[in-house]
């Protein structure tokens, strides 16, 4: 059986992505649910949170959004019966890769996913669909009515983002980094989403908020990144980043910024400005689901509901075309180097 895996050096910086033989997987025990695996998303790897959780190891096993159908289930299981097709996310100390033939997962990792949903379309929304919840239901409490910034909205995330808050009532305003991605956000849906164009260096993004909301801000801002501060010799990918200032300045009084910046710093003049507003920061870690089972029944109830939201056509995700097996180690380099603009996924 054969799965992909990551290999650390010393640095943990330089990583290398192999197809290698795996042990098949152990007799069905408990709570745990065999499945046979039809697709698999592939993610970013985050060789530093597994590090600061003491998961790191010489081989890190690789893809955690998975899809498929039950084969056989533990004496315990009373979510799921054989021949059921199911989609989930494999915890962050799984001992296998998603691309394996078949893997052991506990049902408490997994949801039903209809029949009309595909394995791809499935694979490929799951984690994105459980970070936009995450942004605006947990963190920032997204009601009806609020304005809502997602920025780079091109991207897999933004992409499901600006559809959910869509969906719920709110005003979607987004970012392009380029004409291809002003395209896909146009296109979406007729008056989903407000685009602001900043591939040509025209727009000025505090400016542009401040006036589709008649000077007094947004609500909510979902970024993908900032600037922490300016320098002469940054790229041109880091130029179209706001500046944490600038996002501060467009915040609406009792604002909320969703940041997916870990290493944020605030100055004393920011820290007042966000005071004087009455505004919040929170941090976008989706994977702290994964990381305590506090919260496991919400957990679930968010995962189905996206499902849910995929078969009904509320998400319209932004995947690329299925790859093969024997084309996942390329495909994961690209990823981990965030090369790609469209969410990849292994087709078995």
């Known amino acids: 059986m054969k799965g992909l895996y990551c290999l650390l050096s010393e640095s943990a910086e330089d990583v290398k992505f192999v197809i290698q033989e795996t042990e098949p997987p152990p007799a069905v025990s408990d709570h745990y649910v065999k499945v046979q695996i039809k ?4 993610s970013p790897l985050d060789t530093k949170l ?3 959780l003491n998961l790191q190891k010489d081989v890190v096993p690789v893809g955690r959004e998975i899809a498929g159908v039950v084969l056989e289930v533990g004496p315990k299981v009373t979510f799921f019966q054989p021949d059921e097709e ?31 949903v595909s ?8 984690r994105d669909g459980v970070r936009s919840y995450t942004a605006l239901h947990v963190l920032s409490r ?30 979607v305003l987004s970012t392009a980094l380029c004409l291809e991605d002003r395209h896909h956000l146009e296109q979406l849906r007729p008056t989903v989403v407000r685009v602001i164009n900043m591939s040509d260096g025209k727009a ?14 947004v609500d909510i801002v979902i ?3 900032v600037r922490l501060y300016s320098t002469e010799d940054e790229s041109t990918s880091k130029k179209l980043l706001p500046h944490k200032h600038d996002i501060i ?18 100055d004393p003049p920011d820290s007042r400005s966000l005071f004087l507003k009455g505004a919040t920061v929170s941090f976008l870690n989706d994977e702290v689901w994964n990381m305590s089972s506090a919260h496991q029944g919400k957990y679930l109830h968010i995962m189905k509901d996206v499902i849910e939201k995929l078969s009904s056509g509320v998400f319209r995700p932004q995947l690329d075309s299925p790859v093969p097996l024997y084309e996942a180690t390329v495909s994961m380099e690209m990823v981990q180097k965030k090369q790609v603009r469209k969410r990849h996924v292994i087709q078995l």
């Open 39 to 42: 697709a698999c998303a592939l």
């Open 249 to 266: 300045t467009l915040l609406a009084v009792g604002g909320h910024w969703v940041t997916t910046e870990e290493n944020l710093q605030l």
């Open 223 to 225: 970024d993908a990144g």
């Open 142 to 171: 997204i009601t009806a009515g609020n304005t809502v910034l997602v920025l780079d909205g091109a991207s897999p995330f933004g992409t499901i983002a600006v559809q959910l808050a869509h969906h719920r009532g709110a005003k």
């Open 86 to 116: 199911v989609v989930g996310i494999l915890p962050l100390d799984a001992e296998v890769s998603g691309l394996c033939d078949v893997v052991l997962v506990h049902e408490h990792h997994l949801v039903p996913k209809p029949e009309k």
């Open 50 to 52: 597994l590090a600061d």
């Open 119 to 126: 394995w791809v379309e499935a694979a490929g929304t799951i």
């Open 204 to 217: 000025d993004l505090v400016e542009s908020c401040l006036e589709e909301t008649g000077g007094l801000g």
